[in-house]
Structures are given as C-alpha cells and as structure tokens.
C-alpha cells in the first residue's frame, strides 16, 4: 500500500538527466490510459532535461509481453 503522495515532490531533489538514458516499454493494451501515462513519463524526464534521443520507447501488445520485453531487451 502506498503512503507517500508521488504527485507531490520536490524538483530540485531529482538529479539533472541529461547524461542519463532511459527505457519505457507500455502496453498497448488500454491504450487510452497506457499512452497517457507515457506521455507524462517522457514530460516529466524531459522537464529533469532528459533528451529525446535519450528515451527509448517500446510497444508490446499487453501486460504479459511487459515482463518479456525488460528481460530480453
């Protein structure tokens, strides 16, 4: 169970990201919901100063595949 409101942090405690690279794999499935939470994973790296080039996006059709992606790469 969570307890801590993730909405609610302080900015200047997240280290600048621009020299970082970051993987995201969404689902597919439900995408009315999944894009939009990708949508806001690539702002808020983008606004810690995260390049595009920097962020690589995968599709997988649903849950399942999620845990087969990260693993096989």
């Known amino acids: 169970m969570g307890t801590t409101n993730l909405s609610e ?3 200047e405690s ?3 990201a621009r020299e970082m690279r970051f993987g ?11 894009w939009s939470l990708l949508e806001g994973a690539i702002d808020t790296l ?4 995260a390049t595009e080039g920097n962020i690589v996006v995968k599709h997988v059709p649903g ?3 999620l845990t ?4 096989s790469g």
């Open 14 to 16: 997240i280290p600048d």
């Open 63 to 65: 849950s399942f595949e």
């Open 68 to 71: 087969w992606l990260c693993y």
């Open 9 to 11: 942090y302080n900015p």
């Open 24 to 34: 995201i794999v969404v689902s597919d499935w439900n995408s009315e919901i999944t």
């Open 46 to 49: 983008k606004k810690h100063g």
